[in-house]
């Protein structure tokens, strides 16, 4: 399966953005679905993610109260939702298949947010 994320882009504190990570090549059904960001000279970490019937949803305490994770298989897409943005939350966005950096197999390519002060 080929994931991309887009919806990124520059934005003031306090802002949204609604990033989307679209599959091609094999329904998006069968996965569940992470989130991650990886800041300049930091790790890669998971701050979302939704199980493959969207029923379960997963966030980090950082995003929690302002990022939505949810799906729609109909459109093969999953999005995250992002409100009340901050400057820490400038990094680039990736999709995967998996909560894990180590497991999981099928990424996207990523997609810049930028939010400034």
């Known amino acids: 399966v080929q994931l991309q994320a887009s919806g990124g882009g520059l934005v003031e504190a306090g802002g949204s953005l609604r990033l989307s990570c679209a599959a091609s090549?094999?329904?998006?059904?069968?996965?569940?679905i992470g989130w991650f960001r990886q800041a300049p000279g930091k790790e890669r970490e998971f701050i979302a993610g939704i199980s493959w019937s969207g029923i379960g949803t997963y966030s980090t305490d950082s995003v929690k109260a302002r990022f939505t994770i949810s799906r729609d298989n109909a459109k093969n897409t999953v999005y995250l939702q992002m409100n009340s943005l901050k400057p820490e939350d400038t990094a680039v966005y990736y999709c995967?298949?998996?909560?894990?950096?180590?497991?999981?197999?099928?990424w996207g390519q990523g997609t810049q947010v930028t939010v400034s002060s």
């Open positions: 995967a298949n998996g909560f894990n950096t180590d497991s999981a197999q099928y």
């Open positions: 090549g094999r329904t998006l059904t069968n996965y569940r």
